[in-house]
């Protein structure tokens, strides 16, 4: 592309390196930001710039927290003994909105994934394992995406605590509420047969 | 949408602000940058606060520049009295990527738009009529997007301009009607300028 601005091609440039924004859209972002007025520029610069120079890492739970323990660690209504493990942020968000989860959190920060260069040691497993370790948890529910990478990643960690007394279980796989049977591809519509529940116990959600 | 930082929800409802970047896709982005090393935050941050308080427009022809006049503008071998008025910057750098075109620019900065309202004190128009009122013009080419703004847009102009003595011409329609300029392919829009007719020509159609 043939700027004529310097100040623009640097912009669009910095906008592009986001990922799924190619150049032709940054360069509509950058016009917007010129239509718009000064403020709503550096308030969208100062809240990223904070966002990356002063956000937290829970502790307990490595979820983004704007303070030492994240907001599920702290509270006491949630029981630590039943930790469920997830790959990022958005997955906490998401099993939260569900309203269906009393237990807390582990963020692992990702999946094995040897092909992206990912290894165990760049996640959070090792913390994981020292607190299964030390007999605070009781249940550990895998949730992690039911990729190769994410079965990998589960099987990885269950063969590290397996020595330890802890109950290992999964989050269910099935047709989605709501959803036809006949859309449902064949693994997950499998599982779900294989893994079938009492009808009961399907009524008291 | 239910965060864990107050940091994290201000930088998505900001990112999300943009046009067409709904708030799972800013969630998306924030998550990226706090993965990145905090020096892509604060280079993107700059990037955008000093396009947007730096940024100059062309006093001449109302192009994004970094001075106060534009690359073209300055440029000796470009023929100040041949005009070609555009909507936007975008469309400049598409011309000037067919480098089929000699002349200069006039950025309008929009198009006539009662149902968005845009009138025509909003865009550069009146700055158009004085350059073409003090004789330094003596072609002007219409390269709006052919919509109906953009012909309300022309035939404003036009009718400002009449009494004075200016060829006025507007790009062949090799582009397809209703497209915009800014996606059309370089070919095809080299040869709409190279095949420029006269305006009144294009209302007999
Ligand atoms: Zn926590
Ligand atoms: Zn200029």
Do not use: W
């Amino acid at each position: 592309m043939d700027f004529s601005s310097k100040l623009l091609e640097n912009a669009v440039n910095e906008i592009s390196q986001l990922p799924g924004i190619g150049k032709r859209t940054a360069l509509r972002l950058a016009l917007h930001l010129l239509r718009q007025p000064e403020e709503n520029t550096s308030s969208l610069a100062e809240a990223i710039t904070k966002l990356r120079s002063e956000i937290k890492f829970c502790k307990r739970c490595h979820n983004i927290s704007d303070f030492e323990l994240c907001e599920i660690c702290k509270n006491p209504n949630r029981n630590p003994e039943v930790v469920c493990v997830v790959e990022d942020v958005r997955d906490v968000m998401a099993i939260e909105n569900t309203s269906q989860f009393k237990g807390t959190y582990h963020v692992l920060g990702g999946k094995i994934s040897p092909m992206d260069g990912i290894g165990p040691n760049d996640l959070t497993i090792h913390s994981l394992v020292e607190k299964v370790k030390s007999g605070t948890i009781k249940e550990l529910i895998f949730a992690l995406s039911s990729t190769m990478e994410g079965d990998t990643t589960n099987f990885y960690i269950f063969k590290q605590i397996e020595p330890f007394n802890v109950l290992t279980t999964t989050i269910a796989r099935g047709i989605a509420v709501g959803d036809e049977l006949e859309y449902a591809d064949e693994v997950t519509l499998g599982r779900s047969i294989v893994n079938r529940i009492p009808f009961e116990n399907s009524l008291k959600i």
